[in-house]
């Protein structure tokens, strides 16, 4: 199967500081990848999907300027956590898919941020 | 709108128990998908299955089976002979199938299981 490969898989990080989080994949080209945040013992909520070459599109309630997303390659997305507070701790997932099997979602390890 | 309902939180079971997993998800298109993932205390998704909106054929994989009933709209997900490993938080998610291709994932709030030795 796909692989996608998320990095760094733990980062802690002073207040205010930028952090930012890599999503590859591996062995096939995404065209769209998605971020998800997770809470503590929630469920994974989508904050943005990002399709190569063009902005990403944020859920409501996500801030834009805050959580910046660049879809570069179609190989590489990253998602950058700027001016990070601690109630930005969570759990951040990428999962990437591809055309015409785009029905399938290939996730990442996450990456667990804490804010200090 | 689409919306996936886990309505079991936390269950617990005893080792070699069967427990079945409920999901119930809402949806207005008809071309879907439906997923279940495991998700272990280390984070990561495992991917369990995917199952089509037009593929109600029941499917059972060593100790997993999955009960597609589209009547209901429920995708309930049994494991027989429960183990300890089998302990972690089970997500269904649905994903609906817009002009461009798939779109995202929309997830259950997640069941924890537990099994206990």
């Known amino acids: 199967g796909a692989v996608v490969s998320q990095h760094p898989s733990r980062v802690i990080c002073k207040s205010g500081t930028s952090v930012k989080i890599e999503c590859r994949s591996l062995d096939f080209q995404a065209t769209t990848m998605f971020w998800y945040r997770q809470f503590p013992k929630q469920s994974l909520m989508l904050m943005a999907t990002s399709n190569e070459g063009s902005k990403a599109t944020y859920e409501q309630g996500v801030e834009k300027d805050k959580f910046l997303i660049n879809h570069a390659s179609l190989t590489l997305s990253t998602l950058t956590v700027t001016s990070a507070h601690p109630e930005d701790s969570s759990f951040y997932i990428c999962?990437?898919?591809?055309?015409?099997?785009?029905?399938?979602?290939?996730f990442g390890q996450g990456t667990r941020l804490t804010v200090v | 709108a689409q919306k996936v309902t886990q309505a079991q939180t936390e269950i617990s079971v005893v080792e070699k128990e069967d427990v079945t997993l409920d999901c119930v998800y809402e949806?207005?298109?008809?071309?879907?998908?439906l997923f279940w993932y495991k998700q272990p205390p280390s984070g990561e998704l495992v991917f369990l299955i995917r199952r089509n909106s037009f593929d109600e054929q029941n499917e059972i994989s060593g100790r997993y089976s999955w009960n597609f009933q589209k009547s209901t709209s429920s995708f309930n997900f049994t494991i027989t002979a429960s183990q300890v490993v089998d302990s972690a938080v089970y997500f269904c998610a649905l994903s609906e199938v817009g002009d461009a291709g798939a779109n995202n994932l929309f997830f259950g709030t997640g069941t924890r299981l537990t099994v206990i030795p």
């Open positions: 999962s990437a898919s591809v055309w015409p099997r785009n029905t399938e979602a290939f």
């Open positions: 949806t207005r298109d008809t071309t879907y998908y």
